[in-house]
Every structure is written in structure tokens, then in C-alpha cells.
């Protein structure tokens, strides 16, 4: 049974740091893709960053040069360091996985994954 677990959310300022893991268990880490999205109530879910087989890496536009999506494939755990954090980033943001290690997805959609982490909440204050 795979399971997802995010943590490390929290209330920040503006231009602050944060560091979001996700514990990853039931599945092989090193060969699947690993997504990082976030919601605002009310709004569809929203790309964030993925990491293809804990090493190519895809960002968002919005967060490009500002996140960095890594994995740890020895503690199955995969990161995203948040750097230069502004107000419009507050959402809750979810951690996704696929079954398998597809040679390529749709890695932006969140259809395109098969298991999904409760969430952890981030907010940033101006």
C-alpha cells in the first residue's frame, strides 16, 4: 500500500524559507514520478515542481529559480526547498506519485498521478 505523508508546512513572512518533506512508503522511490502541487480553497490544484526517477527535475514558471524539488532515495523521502517565499505561494501543498516509471508524463496535470499525501498548509504573510 503506498502512503504519502507531507510535512514541514508552516507560517512564514514574506521572503522567508521553508523546507517540505514527503515520507514515501509501498512503492520503489527511485523509479516513479514524484510531484509537488498546491491549492488555494476554491482553486484548481496548481503545478508546483517533479522529479523524474529522483533526478530530472521540472518547475512551474512562478517558481522557477526560487524552488528546487530533490529526492533521497536511500530514506525515500523527496524535498522541496521553498527560498524567497511571497504571499501568493500560501496554499496547501500535496505530494503525488505514480504507480509506475513511465518514460515520460503529462507531469504538470495532476491526473497524470496515482497516489496523493494529505497535504501540509503553507502560508506567507506580507
Known amino acids: 500500500q503506498v502512503q504519502l505523508v507531507e510535512s514541514g508546512g508552516g507560517l512564514v513572512q514574506a521572503g522567508a524559507s521553508l523546507r517540505l518533506s514527503c515520507a514515501a512508503s509501498?512503492?520503489?522511490?527511485?523509479?516513479?514520478?514524484m510531484g509537488w502541487f498546491r491549492q488555494d480553497p476554491g482553486k484548481e490544484r496548481e503545478f508546483v515542481a517533479a522529479?523524474?526517477?529522483?533526478?530530472?527535475?521540472y518547475y512551474a514558471d512562478s517558481v522557477k529559480d526560487r524552488f528546487t524539488i530533490s529526492g533521497d532515495n536511500a530514506k525515500n523521502m523527496v524535498y522541496l526547498q521553498m527560498n524567497s517565499l511571497k504571499p501568493e505561494d500560501t496554499a496547501v501543498y500535496y505530494c503525488?506519485?505514480?504507480?509506475?516509471?513511465?518514460?515520460?508524463?503529462?507531469?504538470?496535470?495532476?491526473?497524470?498521478?496515482?497516489?496523493w499525501g494529505q497535504g501540509t498548509q503553507v502560508t506567507v504573510s506580507s
Open positions: 522529479v523524474r526517477w529522483s533526478s530530472r527535475t
Open positions: 509501498g512503492l520503489t522511490f527511485s523509479s516513479v514520478w
Open positions: 503525488a506519485t505514480t504507480k509506475y516509471a513511465y518514460s515520460y508524463i503529462n507531469y504538470d496535470r495532476p491526473t497524470a498521478y496515482d497516489y
